[in-house]
Nanobody, 123 residues
Framework: QVQLLESGGGLEQAGGSLRLSCAASGRTFSSYAVGWLRQAPGKEREFLAAIIRGGGSAYYEDSVKGRFTISRDNAKNTAYLQLNSLKPEDTAVYSC????????????????WGQGTLVNVSS
């Protein structure tokens, strides 16, 4: 099983950009689909994006299509989420997740979770 550690969160102004990283330990990272979910204060966790093991296909929640981009570098055991055109409503804890089945990430029930990184977008 892999372990995940996110980084790259912080305070950003509306309209700005951030790149989140998800560093995985273990030799089997390339066997896992990887995704990102977030949870805003007082709201349920929501799926954002996921990418298949080889990185050839990615899936996005409709509200972030065109603004967020998921990618991965299996040689570096790292996945990324590029956040562009940030809005105050993007403020949340962003968590990386991994599972052998991408579907489990989409439904919010992955095998592995990271600890999360806070993104705070000011207006």
């Amino acid at each position: 099983q892999v372990q995940l550690l996110e980084s790259g969160g912080g305070l950003e102004q509306a309209g700005g950009s951030l790149r989140l990283s998800c560093a995985a330990s273990g030799r089997t990272f390339s066997s896992y689909a990887v995704g990102w979910l977030r949870q805003a204060p007082g709201k349920e966790r929501e799926f954002l994006a996921a990418i298949i093991r080889g990185g050839g296909s990615a899936y996005y929640e409709d509200s972030v299509k065109g603004r967020f981009t998921i990618s991965r570098d299996n040689a570096k055991n790292t996945a990324y989420l590029q956040l562009n055109s940030l809005k105050p409503e993007d403020t949340a804890v962003y968590s990386c997740a991994a599972d052998l089945k991408l579907h489990n990430i989409v439904i919010g029930d992955p095998e592995v979770w990271g600890q999360g990184t806070l993104v705070n977008v000011s207006s």
